[in-house]
Structures are given as structure tokens and as C-alpha cells.
């Protein structure tokens, strides 16, 4: 991906990052049942961080500064008053909409509850869910298309390098894949990896890319998800087209999941400062039917970043990364 501005300078890495349970907790309410405390503002669904603290079964919530932490024993989410960045279990995501303070509380959109909290908390409770038996992992460009322009090399060479190592490893583990290329010299268009993918039942997708911006400062993974129907782009802010619903968007709560599960291995196995999990309407993530997310695994323009990216052994270790957080998405939802 190219991007043309600079983006804010990433967060330090906690110490180390909590494993995302991923493990069914104490029984919940039911969604319909539970009344949720709701308030509107500037056209937007709230609910109180004191609801969610209710639904989830979260034992404290604890506010300093200006963030407000909720846990119980196995999760912790900690939300940024005033900001879209949220932690759950020390993993970065960034929201579709600000965490508000409004008459003396403290407010979460529904759209990040319902599109992001839940699915993330509790990915067995999914009601969209399919087995999938297949990974279609798309490594991003190809061909004349090089992709970003590294220190050391194009992100199309990159990319299928990673793609065949994540391949090599996910077959080991008994898991059927399908590349929308397979060759450097593959050129598929954004909307024949998409028809390609489509034709796959029983799968889930995976785009590749390595990130590159005008500076040498910045550094980490950040996995994309599909930006739900309404919300604005982690990068672009609110536009015009917001509103549209793409077929996508029928998996967003296992997109999220998938993009949980993926980005909090590959930042806990390489240690790569955490950029968060973000929205965006890339058009593979729009046209696919299926869980799909695009994992940006590194910046080819950062000096130390892409020393790593070019050798074998930082990529052998981010395929065996994304590989895990694969499996820890498939045994989340069969639980
Ligand atoms: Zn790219």
C-alpha cells in the first residue's frame, strides 16, 4: 500500500501483549433482553461504557487520565476518552468513532460494541459463521505492478514471499490454500483476485502487502478489516459514499475477528510495534464474500523495518505468526 501522508508515529509496545482469550466466559445476556443505556449524538448510537461493563461481565472499571479500564479475569479493555484507539488484552484497535463523555458518562458508538467489541470478545457467539477448510491468501500486486518501492526491494516480491512461506506452513497444519497468484509475473486485477476468491466456498481470504510512507520513521503491522456499512476509514475520515453496503460486510463480525486473531499473533511473535487493527474499503475487502482481512506487514521505507522484511528468517517468522493466528480464529468460532 502507498500512502501519501504522514500517519501518527506508532505507540510504544507494551512489554508484552496479553494472548487474546478467545475462551467463552461467564454465560452472557441476551443481546435482544439486555437494555442497553443509549444516547444520540451528532446522529450516533451511543451505549454507556456502564452497560458494556454490565453485558460483558466486566468485575472493575476504572478510570485515569484520560483512559477508562475495564476487566474481569481474563479481558482488558482499556478506552482512550476522546479517541477511536482502544485496547483489548494490550492489542490496538482503532474505532469507527470517538469514546465520548457526555452528562457525567462515558459512551461507546453501538457500531464499535456491536461490530467490534462483541464479535472480538466473543467470536463463538458469531451468528454468521462457516466452517472453512480453505485459506486464500492473495499476495498483494505482481507483475508490472511492483507495489511500493522499498530500501531493498519491491512489496510485490515481498508479499509472495510471505504468501509461500504462510502457504508452506498452513499446509503443514493441514489446512487447504489457494493463492490468487503465485508468481511474480502474475499481474491479477483488485477485481479478478475478488472473482477468484468468490469461486471458493468454505474459505476465508488473506491479502498480503507491506506498508511504505514518505519517511524513514514509521514502523509496525497494521491489519485491516472492512469498514462497517456507515463509518468512516481509519485513514480517509467520513466520506460522501460511507453509507453503502458492500457484500463484505455480511462477514463483518468474523472479519474483525479474523483481523483480532491474525494481527495480535504476527505483533506478539515479532515483537513489530502496534499500528492497530483498522477500518478500510480496500476493494478486495468490499467485493468478497467471505471473511477476508489485508495485513500490512511491516514498512519497506523504515531502515530497520526493512532490513528485517528482506531477510528469510523475519518473514518465516510473521508466516508461522499469521498461520497461528488462522487456527486461533478457526478453534475461537468452534468453540
Ligand atoms: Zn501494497
Not at 452472557?28 to 452497560?51: G, I, K, N
Not at 484520560?66 to 474481569?72: A, D, G, V, W
Not at 460511507?242 to 468474523?254: L, M, P, Q
Amino acid at each position: 500500500m502507498k500512502r501519501g501522508r504522514l500517519l501518527p508515529s506508532p505507540l510504544p509496545l507494551a512489554s508484552f501483549l496479553l494472548a487474546l482469550s478467545f475462551i467463552a466466559l461467564l454465560p452472557l445476556p441476551c443481546q435482544a433482553e439486555f437494555e442497553w443505556e443509549t444516547v444520540t449524538l451528532d446522529d450516533e448510537v451511543y451505549v454507556s461504557v456502564d452497560s458494556i461493563k454490565i453485558f460483558y461481565a466486566f468485575e472493575s472499571a476504572v478510570s485515569s487520565g484520560s483512559f477508562i479500564t475495564l476487566k474481569n479475569a481474563k479481558i482488558e479493555l482499556r478506552i482512550r476518552l476522546g479517541g477511536p484507539e482502544l485496547y483489548i488484552n494490550r492489542v490496538k484497535f482503532v474505532m469507527s468513532f470517538s469514546a465520548r463523555s457526555h452528562k457525567g458518562k462515558y459512551w461507546i458508538s453501538r457500531t464499535d460494541q456491536a461490530k467490534l467489541i462483541g464479535p472480538v470478545i466473543r467470536p463463538n457467539l458469531i451468528r454468521t459463521t462457516q466452517r472453512f477448510h480453505t485459506v486464500i491468501i492473495d499476495p498483494g500486486h505482481g507483475g508490472v505492478d511492483g507495489g511500493s518501492k522499498g530500501l531493498y526491494g519491491n512489496e510485490k516480491v515481498y508479499n509472495l514471499k510471505l504468501a509461500l512461506k504462510l502457504k508452506a506452513e498452513l499446509e503443514r497444519l493441514g489446512i487447504r490454500v489457494k493463492m490468487t497468484r503465485s508468481t511474480d509475473a502474475a499481474f491479477p486485477t483488485l477485481q479478478d483476485r475478488v472473482a477468484y476468491a468468490n469461486r471458493i466456498d468454505g474459505a476465508i481470504f488473506v491479502s498480503i502487502h507491506f506498508n511504505w510512507i514518505n519517511s524513514t520513521r514509521a514502523r509496525g503491522i497494521e491489519t485491516y478489516a472492512l469498514a462497517p456499512q456507515g463509518t468512516a476509514t481509519t485513514n480517509d475520515g467520513a466520506k460522501p459514499g460511507d453509507d453503502r453496503s458492500f457484500s463484505g460486510n455480511s462477514r463483518d463480525a468474523e472479519n474483525i475477528a479474523l483481523a483480532t486473531a491474525v494481527h495480535s499473533h504476527c505483533v506478539r511473535r515479532t515483537g513489530a510495534p502496534d499500528r492497530g487493527i483498522k477500518r478500510d474499503r480496500f476493494t478486495v475487502l468490499c467485493g468478497i464474500n467471505k471473511p477476508a482481512i489485508l495485513l500490512e506487514g511491516g514498512f519497506i521505507s523504515n531502515p530497520t523495518e526493512a532490513r528485517l522484511i528482506a531477510s528469510d528468517a523475519y518473514l518465516t517468522k510473521l508466516a508461522a505468526a499469521t498461520a497461528e493466528g488462522i487456527v486461533a480464529f478457526r478453534n475461537a468460532l468452534s468453540r
